[in-house]
């Protein structure tokens, strides 16, 4: 490995030495330490913490004939492929699932706040089971209105959604 990291570079310097076209030598960048550890993905396709584990820069070069000579290779090819796939369908989905579940979020907030105006209306005649339920109610709508306020301000939801009221 020593020795073929020892070649590559010295063409580098050749290249650059010999002032090669930038064209020429854009593609072929510096290998670093991390870039030339073992590819584990194809060996141990189910170990942990490879989940983002991206292929060094290397690996994406268009080589001719590169998978169709080396089963290896056309392994590893699949494998960084399913997982950048499977990868990109997590996050369609995570684009779909957050601006739904931040409002779900602010509903439920205002929905408890309206659960406990309901239970303050049941018990006119005590006034510390009103004031209790005042509370509660004020509470779940200033959580209503920090949430839907946040959410507007992340740029997930639209302006078009009415704020609560506040008390």
């Not at 930038?22 to 030339?36: F, L, N, Q, V, W």
Request: with cysteine; aromatic share 12%.
């Amino acid at each position: 490995m020593k020795s073929a990291l020892w070649v590559y570079n010295q063409a580098r310097w050749a290249l650059d030495q010999l002032d090669a076209p930038k064209a020429t030598r854009d593609p072929y960048k510096p290998i670093s330490k991390k870039d030339t550890r073992g590819l584990t993905t194809v060996y141990d396709g189910n170990a942990r913490g490879q989940r983002n584990n991206a292929l060094p820069w290397f690996w994406n070069m268009a080589m001719a004939e590169d998978s169709s000579s080396s089963t290896y290779m056309e392994q590893v090819y699949r494998v960084n492929w399913l997982r950048a796939k499977a990868r990109y369908d997590q996050w369609s989905e995570e684009h779909i699932l957050i601006p739904n579940e931040m409002n779900w979020t602010r509903l439920f907030f205002l929905n408890k706040a309206n659960e406990w105006a309901r239970l303050r209306n049941l018990v006119p005649d005590k006034p510390g089971h009103v004031c209790f339920a005042e509370g509660q109610s004020s509470m779940w709508k200033e959580l209503a209105l920090q949430a839907t306020k946040a959410f507007i301000n992340a740029g997930v939801m639209c302006n078009a959604i009415t704020l609560p009221k506040q008390s």
